[in-house]
C-alpha cells in the first residue's frame, strides 16, 4: 500500500497526558498537512510542512501542540497535557508540489477521557 | 475569514435517482476546488476535483460545476447506488506557488443516504 499511513489509528488516554502520533506520506511527497476534524464537521487545517520546513500554523494549534518533520519523510504531531477537547480524528494528508490534490491518511482517533 | 458554505448538511435519495450538492466560497483566491468523499471510521478520499479555469467537469456518474463570478460549485451525482452513501466534503484552496495558503478549507459535509 502506497497511500498515507497513520499510527495508531486510535488513541485513548487520561487527562494531563502526553500524546504522539505520526504519519508517513506518501513516498516522494514534499507537503504534508495536518487537519483535526471533530464529529460532524469538516476537517480543520492545523499546520503544513514543505520537506522539513513548518511553513505555516492555524491559531488552532495551542502552545500544548508540536509538530515536527525532522528529514523531510514521516512526521509526528505530539500534545503535551491532553484536555477532554482535544479529543478528535487527527488527519494527515500529503502533496507533490504545490498542485493542490491532497492525499488523506485513515486518521488517528483521539478520546481524552 | 476564508469560508466555505455546504448545503444541504444531509440528503436522502432513491436508488438510482440524482443527488446535488451545492457550496459556496469567500476567498476570490481560491482557485481549486476538490470533493472528498468519507466513509465511517475512514479518512477522505478524493473523488473529483476542479480549477478555476475550467467551468465543469465529468468523471462517469459524477460532474462538478464551477461558477467563479457567483463563487459557487456543485457536485451532481447520477443513477446513484448503495454504495454512494458517505459523507460528502466541498473544499477550496489556493494551488500554486509558494504560497503558505495551500491549506484545505473544508465545508461541513453532506451526509448522503440512498434508499433502496
Known amino acids: 500500500d502506497t497511500g498515507v499511513s497513520q499510527n495508531p489509528r486510535h488513541k485513548i488516554t487520561k487527562r494531563g497526558q502526553n500524546v504522539t502520533f505520526r504519519c508517513d506520506p506518501i513516498?516522494?511527497?514534499?507537503?504534508l498537512y495536518w487537519y483535526r476534524q471533530t464529529l460532524g464537521q469538516g476537517p480543520e487545517f492545523l499546520t503544513y510542512f514543505q520537506n522539513e520546513a513548518q511553513l505555516e500554523k492555524s491559531r488552532l494549534l495551542s502552545d500544548r501542540f508540536s509538530a515536527e518533520r525532522p528529514k523531510g519523510s514521516f512526521s509526528t504531531l505530539e500534545i503535551q497535557r491532553t484536555e477532554q477537547g482535544d479529543s478528535a480524528m487527527y488527519l494527515c494528508?500529503?502533496?507533490?508540489?504545490?498542485?493542490?490534490?491532497?492525499?488523506f491518511g485513515p486518521g488517528t482517533r483521539l478520546l481524552v477521557l | 475569514g476564508e469560508n466555505v458554505e455546504q448545503h444541504p448538511s444531509t440528503l436522502s435519495v432513491q436508488e438510482g435517482d440524482s443527488a446535488v450538492i451545492k457550496c459556496t466560497y469567500s476567498d476570490s483566491a481560491s482557485n481549486y476546488f476538490p470533493w472528498y468523499k468519507q466513509e465511517l471510521g475512514k479518512g477522505p478520499q478524493l473523488i473529483i476535483d476542479?480549477?478555476?479555469?475550467?467551468g465543469e467537469k465529468k468523471d462517469q456518474r459524477i460532474a462538478v460545476t464551477l461558477n467563479k463570478t457567483a463563487k459557487h460549485f456543485s457536485l451532481h451525482i447520477t443513477e446513484t447506488q448503495p454504495e454512494d452513501s458517505a459523507v460528502y466534503f466541498c473544499?477550496?484552496?489556493?494551488?500554486?506557488?509558494?504560497?503558505?495558503?495551500?491549506?484545505?478549507?473544508f465545508g461541513s459535509g453532506t451526509r448522503l443516504s440512498i434508499r433502496p
Open positions: 494528508a500529503s502533496s507533490l508540489g504545490t498542485g493542490g490534490t491532497q492525499y
Open positions: 473544499a477550496a484552496t489556493r494551488a500554486g506557488g509558494y504560497s503558505s495558503a495551500s491549506k484545505i478549507i
Open positions: 476542479i480549477r478555476s479555469n475550467v
Open positions: 513516498s516522494e511527497h514534499n507537503r
